[in-house]
């Protein structure tokens, strides 16, 4: 039936092995997954549990920041026992209490274009679910340079969006959607998100790092998905390439060898 | 004019893409704009005409998580 899965994985994910698109082949592949998720707040509290359950074997998992009470409305990861202790420490519990099948790596760090690289270096998919612009940018270029793919989400308010972005494929890339990223925190009030948006969009940021791992194609390497919570709407649309972008475009001197 | 924006009519008056956002109040450079289906390139904004019946989708770029 399997390589080396015990009785106990074959029951625990019965449900995604009867899928014809999973099965044990689908399975393996994502017990030899290596996965970045990039924040353990809102988006990627959703993403990190789905991707945990479905048994992708390895997470990789970087936040710098402590729990604190105001995180708990949408960062399902962490518990009221959790206030004060370092979100990776509380995350990497929670989801090995989950399934202690999925090996569980922290980096208790904040992101900056000096460290991108050798963060993400040795996974395969690396999630952007952070929760601040100029964190975004840093992993997107070094990601970019590294050649990993990166499923972005982002949230604000009642509304979100999704893109993956392959820089093997030479698809557009996060600059080319946001050409002049706005300045680092301009200060005023934080901003405000409902919790379940957030939580709408770290799980389709799993449901794409899954089919990844699986090797099944994606729509959202060259489009983007917004979701508008207030209208219940979804809709898909094409990312252009900027032919000046100053990460991927041809006069950025960036471009994926 | 009437055109439709996200799903909903709406009367406006802007008769350029630019205009349009800066009548909504939005930001242009973190604004990603479909209109009758096809994707208006950032630099055209400026120049692209908005007309009566347009079908416009507008997605801002966000940050949070
Ligand atoms: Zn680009």
């Known amino acids: 039936m399997d390589s080396g899965f015990s009785p106990e994985e074959g029951l625990r994910y019965s449900r995604q092995l009867i899928l014809e698109k999973v099965g044990w082949p689908g399975q393996e592949r994502l017990r030899a997954g290596r996965v970045l998720v990039v924040g353990a707040g809102g988006l990627g509290s959703a993403a990190l549990f789905y991707l945990a359950a479905a048994g992708v074997g390895h997470l ?13 409305q949408r960062q399902i990861l962490h518990r009221l026992a959790d206030l004060g202790r370092r979100k990776v420490d509380s995350a990497r519990e929670a989801l090995t209490r989950l399934n202690p099948h999925c090996r569980v790596e922290t980096f208790d760090l904040r992101l900056t274009a000096e460290n991108v690289p050798g963060v993400v270096r040795g996974f395969d998919v690396v999630l952007d679910a952070g929760d601040n612009f100029p964190t975004r940018v840093a992993l997107a270029e070094g990601c970019w340079r590294e ?3 990166l499923v972005s989400a982002a949230v604000q308010d009642f509304s979100g969006h999704l893109m993956v972005i392959d820089p093997g494929r030479g698809t557009p890339c996060y600059r080319c959607l946001l050409p002049e990223p706005p300045p680092p925190d301009p200060g005023g009030p934080p ?4 919790g379940a948006v957030a939580g709408v969009m770290g799980c389709l940021q799993a449901v794409e790092t899954i089919k990844l791992l699986l090797g099944l194609p994606s729509d959202l390497a060259t489009r983007l998905l917004a979701y508008d919570g207030l209208r219940s709407r979804f809709q898909v649309m094409d990312r252009l390439k900027t032919p000046e972008c100053p990460l991927c475009g041809a006069s950025g001197g960036n471009r994926q060898p | 004019m009437k055109v439709i924006i996200n799903g909903e009519p709406r009367e406006v008056s802007a008769r350029t893409v630019f205009a349009l956002l800066e009548e909504l109040g939005l930001p242009p450079g973190r604004i990603v704009v479909e209109q009758n289906a096809a994707i208006v390139r950032r630099d055209a904004y400026q120049d692209a005409p908005v007309r009566e019946g347009d079908i ?7 940050g949070g998580g």
């Open chain 1, 60 to 72: 990789g998992l970087v936040d710098g920041d402590a729990v604190e009470l105001s995180n708990l």
């Open chain 1, 191 to 194: 901003l405000g998100i409902l």
């Open chain 2, 56 to 62: 416009l989708e507008l997605v801002r770029i966000v």
């Open chain 1, 147 to 149: 050649g990993k793919i």
